[in-house]
């Protein structure tokens, strides 16, 4: 214990923290609203009370050091016992109130999130819902950050995201049907290996799992046109343009302009990210409760 000091701030921890995650001086600066000579400072103190270098230069910006890493990982449990904590005052009190930020996926947005906050704002108007469109790649590193206290998530069979248990929690919501969208009929997914393809960016899990139906299929999908947008997808598919895989979700308030095929054994799984130890936090059930609800809307309305 001789050559380690002790460390008191816990403010210092988490500016530390939060450069793992974020990346450089300036992100953390204005992620927290401090100068970066602030940023720099804090760091700079707490290496004083380490006793220890935190960080080292990388090219133009820098990295932690396995001394930097080891508090990271100790900052990141605190946290979590802390948001317990939080989560048990909260339960405590007679009225669920107080702000919850949340990032969906665009069928998600469109056809669940308001629902939920009419059901909200009728059951609990002091809840107050900070909602982001985003996609699961982008909002989840948000969750960690604290930018996010929820992320609306999707999952596809056989491309599962790497298993995070330290981090998240995962409350499944629903499946949802993807079936293949065409112009015209087919009788088989292997019939369309010659046809423009419009599908989700590169590195994204729906990308993956079309791709991965196409090669069990026989087929390089030629995939000509690429958009995280699915208004975009059907818009293209309903014009003659390209073939796509699309969500039933997407269908919630109009009837589809093209003809849609495949078995309702193709799904996505839709489901609720928040991190580790949150899970139990009133906002975060109560906000479930109301997505849950939206659910079963849109099951009446389409069914």
Not at 91 to 105: H, Q
Not at 282 to 295: E, K, N, V
Request: proline share 6%.
């Amino acid at each position: 214990m001789d050559g380690v000091r002790a460390v008191h701030n816990l403010r210092r921890l988490v500016v530390l923290r939060e450069l793992k995650h974020r990346g450089t001086l300036a992100a953390v600066a204005s992620a927290m609203s401090y100068s970066p000579s602030a940023v720099s400072q804090q760091l700079t103190l707490l290496e004083s009370e380490v006793g220890a270098p935190l960080l080292e230069r990388e090219g133009r910006g820098v990295r932690l050091t396995p001394q930097a890493e080891i508090l990271v990982a100790r900052t990141e449990k605190a946290l979590r016992e802390l948001e317990r904590a939080e989560a048990e005052i909260a339960a405590s009190l007679r009225e669920t109130s107080g702000t919850i930020k949340v990032a969906a996926f665009q069928t998600a947005m469109l056809a669940l999130v308001p629902v939920a906050l009419t059901w909200l704002r009728e059951n609990h108007p002091r809840i107050r819902v900070e909602a982001t469109q985003a996609e699961p790649d982008t909002s989840l590193p948000g969750l960690l950050t604290r930018d996010f206290d929820l992320v609306i998530d999707e999952t596809f069979a056989g491309h599962a995201r790497p298993a995070r248990a330290s981090e998240f929690e995962h409350h499944p919501l629903c499946e949802d049907p993807m079936r293949l969208a065409t112009p015209a009929p087919v009788a088989s997914l292997a019939d369309l290996a010659e046809r423009p393809w419009v599908m989700e960016p590169v590195g994204t899990p729906a990308r993956a799992w079309a791709t991965g139906m196409c090669h069990a299929a026989g087929f390089e999908p030629d995939v000509v046109y690429v958009s995280a947008d699915m208004l975009v997808h059907a818009r293209l598919v309903e014009e003659g343009h390209a073939v796509a895989f699309l969500p039933d979700m997407l269908w919630f308030d109009r009837t589809p302009g093209l003809l849609l095929a495949g078995s309702a054994d193709h799904t996505r799984t839709v489901l609720a990210t928040v991190r580790a130890g949150s899970g139990e936090h009133p906002l975060i059930q109560t906000f479930l409760t109301a997505i849950r609800h939206a659910i079963g809307e849109l099951a009446a309305r389409t069914g």
